[in-house]
């Protein structure tokens, strides 16, 4: 039992005691009416008991929505986001406003505008930059703010939700140095995210522990796209000393390398290895299916769906940093080196 006025009841503890999910506390507490009676019943005599408070209202209206946006929509890895956003959304009873900025200050003021006229309960950015004015508009709005794979130092106040992403990286590269490669190359992300640095940090990493030298000239710059991945791979396989593995810090981008493998005449694991980042639903189904690191898409998503919504409903969120967990998915396109 939670003594009363000894710390500041959640929404979490009152469902926690009545038996129910913390969606259907946050409607009671909102005064929604699609909650059954005995249920509605039970709750609120909870809420008086524990003397639950909400967060003081702002001067905006609930609306039922919350805003997720990205800098693209163009990849199957933003399909997999949304898929958990919603998923959690829609059990919420609140909808999803998908946006995308590319990048620009005129499509993220376009986006503030937007949302100031209908309202959300919170923001949800993506791989994306908010700049202080933004940040500073939000917390003028009352409108919480969670990042998932934060571009650049995200912002204090902030929650961020990734993957374990240098851990995921120096497995996939412990991987293919047990296989017996020596020369591996690799395909960077976005050197503005802060999860594409932890890649690159995992990779160098495993090298350093094996005792393997690192060479400047096998790390090729990227953006996480099938194209990058093709010329990142085409210049590596055109050296003089090319790599026997290549490790792409994305799925799209092992995918473009498995182009660029194959228009020179070879075959992946045969003649050159490749290992991946993301485990995107389709890799399973490409020849041959894809060795790669699975982060969690989908889950990130939840989580940071979960956490908006908490934070929308007054409550404290006890990390502001939170990794799930990666796991290398072991397939076809690696194998030993050609003696």
């Not at 809420?47 to 039922?64: C, E, F």
């Not at 997999?80 to 999803?96: F, L, Y």
């Amino acid at each position: 039992m939670v003594a009363r006025g000894t710390s500041r009841v959640t929404i979490a503890t009152i469902a926690d005691l009545a038996g129910v999910s913390v969606p259907t506390v946050s409607r009671v507490v909102n005064g929604r009416s699609d909650v059954a009676p005995q249920t509605r019943e039970r709750v609120e005599e909870l809420l008086v008991r524990h003397g639950y408070r909400r967060r003081p209202q702002s001067t905006r209206a609930s609306s039922g929505l919350v805003d997720l946006v990205f800098n693209d929509l163009d990849s199957p890895w933003a399909v997999e986001i949304i898929r958990g956003v919603e998923d959690v959304a829609h059990a919420a009873g609140v909808g999803t406003v998908v946006s995308a900025i590319h990048r620009q200050t005129s499509s993220a003021a376009q986006w503030l505008e937007g949302m100031r006229r209908r309202g959300t309960e919170g923001a949800i950015f993506v791989t994306s930059r908010v700049e202080p004015p933004l940040q500073d508009e939000l917390r003028r709005l009352d409108v919480p703010l969670v990042l998932v794979d934060a571009d650049g130092v995200p912002p204090q106040h902030a929650p961020t939700i990734g993957a374990t992403n240098w851990v995921g990286s120096l497995r996939a590269t412990e991987y293919l140095i047990g296989l017996g490669h020596r020369r591996i190359g690799f395909v960077a992300g976005p050197p503005q995210l802060m999860c594409s640095r932890a890649r690159l940090d995992g990779y160098r990493a495993a090298l350093e522990a094996a005792g393997l030298p690192l060479d400047d000239a096998l790390i090729r710059p990227g953006n996480f796209y099938h194209e990058a991945g093709f010329a990142a791979g085409t210049h590596l396989l055109g050296l003089s000393g090319p790599p026997t593995a290549i490790f792409a810090s994305s799925d799209q981008m092992a995918l473009g390398v498995y182009e660029a493998v194959r228009r020179r005449g070879l075959r992946v694991a045969d003649d050159v290895s490749v290992v991946g980042f993301d485990d995107l639903p389709e890799v399973r189904w490409c020849s041959p299916p894809l060795t790669t690191v699975r982060q969690p898409l989908a889950e990130m998503g939840m989580l940071a769906a979960r956490t908006v919504l908490r934070l929308a409903n007054g409550e404290k969120i006890e990390s502001p940093r939170v990794e799930l967990a990666t796991e290398l998915v072991v397939r076809d396109s690696a194998a030993p080196p050609r003696t």
